[in-house]
């Protein structure tokens, strides 16, 4: 029983409340996505090129940082399956990309064949990650600082491996003519005093990288979520006695799974290496962005990974064109303000 004239609160208030809010961010972000949209499909105005440097300085940005946040993704989409997924803290993993790259660079230069030296990346470091996961990270099953200083000093050995068989020259991928050359985008960058409308053209190659990246993030959530395969890796990490109990061989689950992340860190390699280039070095910086990727997603989630690569691909490009100066400090304002916020990450789980 109420006490009279105690006032109750209408049921479906905190209800209503909530589903307000939710209006209210569905429709900020509906406002945000046609501003956007009217910024990279229509005319500026002299004001806005004046104030964002040109239309097609903006628009390359954001295009750059998707393709680079396509990249991110495939390295750390490995590396969340690794480390987010299984828990093994393998601080060699921007060591497998940059040898995955020369591994490939190598084969596609001997046979002519750049598919070959993709595929060779991809199955050669899967190798790889399976002789780690059974010699290394088997004996050192939970045992975080032991896995941390033994991987370390795994990457060390082979960044001087890498530096003593390549050298320190920098190598280019020769791509196939079909992914050459430049596509022409429905984007006006301009109109010429004669009424003539410039196009956008940008590169075929990078558009496919995000392409390949979209897809390779939506197989890798099916598979996770939606699989037999998928259920025994996420049983095997919350419980893996019960899972062993039930019949399942977990060691050669995880061998499988660290295996299936090391070869994208190789895919990842042979992809970035024809982006941009082969060189020392590269295994550091992928390894800092996959990091900082998997903690801003959540570590373990995939869809986490992506949103984690998206933000900070963004933040990169952009700032190298407008905060030249300070734009690697973009990356580390957005993982500080998304630990002071959701110290889990974005997606992941409390």
Same mark, same amino acid.
Request: glycine residues 14%; hydrophobic residues 55%; aromatic residues 10%.
């Given at each position: 029983?109420?006490?009279?004239?105690?006032?109750?609160?209408?049921?479906?208030?905190?209800?209503?409340?909530?589903?307000? #809010?939710?209006? $209210?961010?569905?429709?900020?972000?509906?406002?945000? =996505?046609?501003?956007?949209?009217?910024?990279?499909? $229509?005319?500026? !105005?002299?004001?806005?090129?004046?104030?964002?440097?040109?239309?097609?300085? /903006?628009?390359? +940005?954001?295009?750059? $940082?998707?393709?680079?946040?396509?990249?991110? /993704?495939?390295?750390?989409?490995?590396?969340?399956?690794?480390?987010?997924?299984?828990?093994?803290?393998?601080?060699?993993?921007?060591?497998?990309?940059?040898?995955?790259?020369?591994?490939?660079?190598?084969?596609?230069?001997?046979?002519?064949?750049? @598919?070959?030296?993709?595929?060779? =990346?991809?199955?050669?470091?899967?190798?790889?990650?399976?002789?780690?996961?059974?010699?290394?990270?088997?004996?050192?099953?939970?045992?975080?600082?032991?896995?941390?200083?033994?991987?370390?000093?795994?990457?060390?050995?082979?960044?001087?491996?890498?530096?003593?068989?390549?050298?320190?020259?920098?190598?280019?991928?020769? @791509?196939?003519?079909?992914?050459?050359?430049?596509?022409?985008?429905?984007?006006?960058?301009?109109?010429?005093?004669?009424?003539?409308?410039?196009?956008?053209?940008? !590169?075929?190659?990078?558009?496919?990288?995000?392409?390949?990246?979209?897809?390779?993030?939506?197989?890798?959530?099916?598979?996770?979520?939606?699989?037999?395969?998928?259920?025994?890796? #996420?049983?095997?990490?919350?419980? #893996?006695?019960?899972?062993?109990?039930?019949?399942?061989?977990?060691?050669?689950?995880?061998?499988?799974? /660290?295996?299936?992340? +090391?070869?994208?860190?190789?895919?990842?390699?042979?992809?970035?290496?024809?982006?941009?280039?082969?060189?020392?070095?590269?295994?550091?910086?992928?390894? @800092?962005?996959?990091?900082?990727?998997?903690?801003?997603? =959540?570590?373990?989630?995939?869809?986490?990974?992506?949103?984690? +690569?998206?933000?900070?691909?963004?933040?990169?490009?952009?700032?190298?064109?407008?905060?030249?100066?300070?734009?690697?400090?973009?990356? /580390?304002?957005?993982?500080?303000?998304?630990?002071?916020?959701?110290?889990?990450?974005?997606?992941?789980? +409390?």
């Amino acid at each position: 029983m109420s006490n009279p004239g105690q006032t109750t609160e209408p049921q479906g208030l905190s209800a209503g409340g909530s589903f307000s #809010r939710r209006q $209210g961010w569905i429709i900020l972000g509906l406002i945000a =996505g046609a501003l956007l949209a009217w910024m990279v499909f $229509g005319i500026w !105005p002299a004001w806005l090129n004046a104030i964002l440097i040109s239309k097609k300085a /903006f628009v390359s +940005a954001i295009l750059n $940082g998707l393709t680079l946040s396509g990249l991110y /993704f495939l390295v750390a989409s490995g590396f969340t399956l690794v480390f987010g997924l299984m828990r093994n803290v393998n601080l060699a993993h921007g060591s497998l990309y940059l040898l995955g790259a020369y591994v490939g660079y190598e084969v596609s230069t001997r046979t002519g064949y750049w @598919l070959l030296g993709l595929a060779a =990346g991809f199955i050669v470091l899967a190798a790889l990650g399976a002789l780690m996961q059974v010699l290394v990270f088997r004996k050192l099953e939970g045992d975080d600082l032991r896995q941390t200083l033994v991987t370390i000093g795994i990457s060390i050995v082979a960044a001087d491996l890498m530096l003593a068989t390549w050298g320190g020259t920098t190598y280019q991928f020769q @791509l196939p003519e079909w992914l050459e050359g430049a596509v022409s985008l429905p984007i006006i960058t301009a109109i010429k005093s004669n009424g003539t409308t410039v196009y956008l053209n940008y !590169p075929l190659y990078r558009m496919l990288v995000l392409v390949a990246a979209i897809v390779i993030g939506i197989g890798l959530w099916l598979i996770l979520n939606r699989t037999r395969v998928g259920m025994m890796i #996420r049983a095997g990490v919350d419980d #893996r006695a019960m899972l062993s109990a039930s019949g399942v061989n977990v060691h050669m689950v995880f061998t499988v799974v /660290f295996a299936l992340g +090391a070869g994208l860190a190789g895919f990842a390699g042979v992809v970035g290496g024809s982006v941009l280039s082969v060189a020392p070095g590269e295994d550091v910086r992928y390894l @800092l962005a996959s990091l900082v990727v998997v903690i801003v997603g =959540g570590m373990g989630s995939i869809s986490g990974a992506a949103i984690g +690569a998206l933000l900070i691909g963004l933040a990169e490009q952009i700032g190298l064109v407008y905060f030249p100066t300070y734009g690697v400090v973009l990356t /580390f304002v957005i993982m500080v303000i998304t630990l002071s916020i959701r110290p889990q990450g974005i997606m992941g789980k +409390a």
